[in-house]
Structure formats: structure tokens, C-alpha cells
């Protein structure tokens, strides 16, 4: 069975090795096999594990899109406020 390191498993997601370290991190994406090498802690993705991966990043929010989502639904609420009380 093939085995690939965070770097090859997130160019195959469609990431960077940055972002699929954070959702990790966050618990977004289950960490996979985790192997200590030259006292670093690897973790070793198999083609399971990044299929899984690939399932659940339609269902991760992108914290930057979803806070701009928020910023412009709090302005049309107060657009809308300002239009009942004219």
C-alpha cells in the first residue's frame, strides 16, 4: 500500500501543506498514522486516509469566506432596519 507524507497528501487534496495542518488541528480532517522520524512527529497518510479527507472538505467552512459571509448579512441587516424605521 502506498504511503504519502502531508505535503504529497495535500497537493492531492487540492491544499497547501499549511492549511491541511490546520484543519488537522482543529479537528476538521482526522489525523492520520502518526510515526516519529529523526525526533519529528510525521504523520503517514495513506490513499484511505486522503480519500476520506476528500469527503469531508465540502463540508469545511473557509473561516475567511464565511466571516466576509457574516460581515455583509450584518450589513444588510442594517440596511433593512434603516428601511422600516424610514
Not at 491541511?20 to 492520520?32: D, N, Q, T, W
Not at 476520506?52 to 475567511?64: F, S
Request: glycine fraction near 6%; aromatic fraction near 6%; hydrophobic fraction near 30%.
Amino acid at each position: 500500500m502506498a504511503t504519502f507524507s502531508s505535503r504529497q497528501a495535500a497537493k492531492l487534496l487540492g491544499l497547501n501543506a499549511p492549511t491541511l495542518s490546520r484543519y488537522i488541528k482543529a479537528k476538521k480532517i482526522p489525523a492520520p498514522k502518526a510515526v516519529d522520524v529523526g525526533g519529528f512527529r510525521v504523520y503517514v497518510w495513506t490513499e484511505d486516509d486522503i480519500e476520506r479527507a476528500r469527503k469531508l472538505l465540502p463540508k469545511i467552512e473557509n473561516g475567511r469566506k464565511t466571516r466576509y459571509k457574516k460581515k455583509r448579512e450584518g450589513a444588510q441587516k442594517k440596511q433593512t432596519r434603516k428601511k422600516k424605521e424610514s
